[in-house]
């Protein structure tokens, strides 16, 4: 599985998130990882971007608010979402893991709100201590502070392999040994069954092939509408009565 990472950070950085940044964006895309950033030609998301196309054969994925933005040259894949900044829930979403480099921004702290509120694992790199308490405050065991882009990477590589396993031992991802994930009883149907056929799937059988109606008919030739189409003798010749003259020559003719 290759793993996305999103990086974020201000278009305003300081000079050591920007050097952060580039740092990780190339440890990121030697570990054949995915760099995602908000996709713009400034700050830490370009920055990181560079980092990562040092790397041959690496993937950067820019998310942008909108087609006016300036693209960077080191993203390889621009989604233009003019969303302004609604698109940082996308960034977000799209992330395996959230790493910051500089909580400057308004539209950063955001993209870690929406992480947390996600149960998305976040990395803050070279955080103040004021910023490693509020965060850790808000989000508990979700958030990490660390104070360079190789720990970042120690971290994830944790992370990444402790997914790994709960995948293979059938637990949700970081739940831990103590949330497995329910599997019903033999014997029995999942509630979201009907039949042993998924809810959705029996529906869509109804409405392909809608049961016929077996009404009685007086022996003459009648036709009526089957609830998916088609045309079955089911129905009395009585109503025919009411079409205009000349319609029910014409059905009885069929």
Same mark, same amino acid.
């Given at each position: 599985?290759?793993?996305?990472?999103?990086?974020?950070?201000?278009?305003?950085?300081?000079?050591?998130?920007?050097?952060?940044?580039?740092?990780?964006?190339?440890?990121?895309?030697?570990?054949? *990882?995915?760099?995602?950033?908000?996709?713009?030609?400034?700050?830490?998301?370009? #920055?990181?971007?560079?980092?990562?196309?040092?790397?041959?054969?690496?993937?950067?994925?820019?998310?942008?608010?909108?087609?006016?933005?300036?693209?960077?040259?080191?993203?390889?894949?621009?989604?233009?979402?003019?969303?302004?900044?609604?698109?940082?829930? /996308?960034?977000?979403?799209?992330?395996?893991?959230?790493?910051?480099?500089?909580?400057?921004?308004?539209?950063?702290?955001?993209?870690? #709100?929406?992480?947390?509120?996600?149960?998305?694992?976040?990395? =803050? /790199?070279?955080?103040?201590?004021?910023?490693?308490?509020?965060?850790?405050?808000?989000?508990?065991?979700?958030?990490?502070? /660390?104070?360079?882009?190789?720990?970042?990477?120690?971290?994830?590589?944790?992370?990444?392999?402790?997914?790994?396993?709960?995948?293979?031992?059938?637990?949700?991802?970081? #739940?831990?040994?103590?949330?497995?994930?329910?599997?019903?009883?033999?014997?029995?149907?999942?509630?979201?069954?009907?039949?042993?056929?998924?809810?959705?799937?029996?529906?869509?059988?109804?409405?392909?092939?809608?049961?016929? =109606?077996? /009404?009685?008919?007086?022996?003459?030739?009648?036709?009526?509408?089957?609830?998916?189409?088609?045309?079955?003798?089911?129905? *009395?010749?009585?109503?025919?009565?009411?079409?205009?003259?000349?319609?029910?020559?014409?059905?009885?003719?069929?």
């Amino acid at each position: 599985m290759r793993y996305i990472v999103g990086v974020m950070g201000p278009a305003k950085a300081r000079k050591k998130d920007v050097d952060n940044a580039r740092v990780l964006g190339e440890l990121i895309a030697r570990r054949e *990882w995915v760099v995602l950033t908000g996709g713009r030609d400034v700050g830490v998301m370009d #920055a990181a971007c560079q980092g990562a196309k040092k790397v041959p054969g690496s993937l950067t994925i820019g998310v942008l608010p909108s087609a006016r933005e300036r693209v960077s040259k080191y993203v390889d894949l621009a989604i233009i979402t003019e969303m302004g900044n609604a698109r940082n829930n /996308v960034n977000v979403m799209s992330s395996n893991v959230v790493v910051v480099c500089g909580l400057m921004g308004a539209g950063t702290v955001s993209e870690v #709100a929406l992480a947390l509120k996600a149960g998305k694992p976040v990395i =803050l /790199v070279g955080a103040t201590p004021a910023e490693e308490k509020f965060f850790k405050k808000l989000g508990g065991r979700l958030i990490a502070s /660390v104070d360079s882009p190789e720990e970042a990477i120690g971290l994830m590589m944790k992370q990444f392999e402790q997914q790994q396993q709960d995948l293979v031992q059938g637990r949700a991802p970081g #739940a831990g040994s103590s949330r497995r994930l329910k599997q019903p009883p033999s014997g029995t149907l999942p509630p979201h069954s009907l039949g042993g056929v998924h809810k959705r799937d029996a529906l869509y059988s109804a409405r392909r092939e809608p049961p016929r =109606l077996n /009404v009685p008919h007086a022996g003459k030739k009648s036709l009526s509408r089957q609830a998916g189409g088609g045309w079955i003798r089911s129905m *009395w010749p009585r109503p025919f009565a009411l079409l205009r003259p000349g319609w029910t020559d014409f059905l009885n003719s069929l």
